[in-house]
């Protein structure tokens, strides 16, 4: 089932949180929604469950609207919130009949739909403890279940990793993945390399308004601009003679020494490569080149730049 976010502004008084945000989600994709702490993230996911009314502007969910179809958003939707709304002194099996239940799953399919998220969640060691006593990481899998319970077409899942260790990350990560081969799913995280590792589609919104949209690579290669290189150079005279050397190249916008390893960072000025003109600069000077590795830009440096300015 697709999402059709259009136009979509909330004001809380003279503040907007959301800014003419526009944006699609396809049947069966991932996308991971990125942004900084205040960006319009949890506001954005509050609108497409219904949570929270827009001032201006729709979603449609398949051919629903939020404005005049909220029940009917609600039964295809599963949401995860960033604080996990458990009840702690219920076992797992009673809070997942309760989930089912509330969600209008017939009586007759409840053991069956808590059957399937036990074996799907990877909860059979622990279902019949109370949810108190759980890990964080088996808590994370009971929100999961419980988001999936109705078996919806819709996955909302905002900081699903969100205080987890690295072992717990990976789990849920895998997890989160395999239900999007089946369902379409919008997935928020402060955390760039999940996004890398769970997601088809990337988007960034910062000060209430989309800045960044398209697919992990594809941001990667547009955020690129410079070419950026790693130097090891041996048989040099001192380091600060060199890099006067390197910074007074003209190709050269900028060069930064790795503390840890001892190697150059070289920034090419935007359009040109510098690669030619260094090797030049060492074989003129005897230098022995030894590293010249292009470095490739990441979610990180694409996050700083639409996010930072």
């Known amino acids: 089932m697709n999402i059709k976010v259009e136009n979509l502004v909330k ?74 709304p458990l009840y702690t002194d219920m076992p797992v099996m009673e809070y997942l009949h309760f989930a089912a239940a509330i969600q209008g799953v017939p009586n007759a399919r409840i053991p069956e739909r808590i059957r399937e998220m036990v074996r799907l969640c990877g909860l059979d060691k622990e279902k019949h403890k109370n949810i108190g006593e759980l890990s964080k990481g088996y808590r994370q899998r009971v929100g999961l279940a419980q988001a999936m319970i109705h078996d919806p077409e819709i996955l909302i899942l905002d900081e699903p990793t969100t205080g987890l260790d690295p072992n717990q990350i990976v789990e849920i990560r895998e997890l989160i993945r395999e239900l999007g081969k089946e369902k379409t799913e919008v997935f928020s995280t402060h955390i760039r390399p999940e996004v890398e590792a769970t997601c088809d589609r990337v988007l960034i919104i910062n000060d209430g308004k989309i800045v960044a949209d398209g697919a992990p690579a594809e941001l990667r290669k547009q955020a690129g601009g410079a070419e950026v290189s790693r130097l090891r150079i041996e048989d040099a005279p001192a380091t600060e003679t060199v890099f006067a050397a390197l910074n007074g190249l003209e190709e050269v916008a900028s060069v930064d020494i790795d503390a840890a390893s001892g190697k150059y960072i070289v920034e090419s000025q935007r359009g040109q490569s510098a690669r030619r003109a260094i090797f030049r600069l060492c074989a003129d000077n005897n230098w022995v080149l030894t590293e010249l590795s292009p470095i490739e830009r990441d979610l990180e440096d694409v996050f700083r730049n639409v996010t930072i300015g």
Do not use: W
């Open 11 to 84: 004001k809380y008084g003279t503040q907007r949180a959301l800014d003419g945000v526009s944006f699609e989600v396809r049947s069966g994709e991932i996308l991971g929604f990125l942004g900084p702490n205040g960006a319009g993230k949890t506001t954005t996911m509050k609108i497409l469950t219904c949570f929270m009314a827009p001032t201006e502007g729709d979603v449609r969910v398949g051919n629903y609207s939020v404005r005049h179809d909220a029940e009917q958003i609600k039964q295809r939707i599963g949401y995860l919130p960033e604080h996990n």
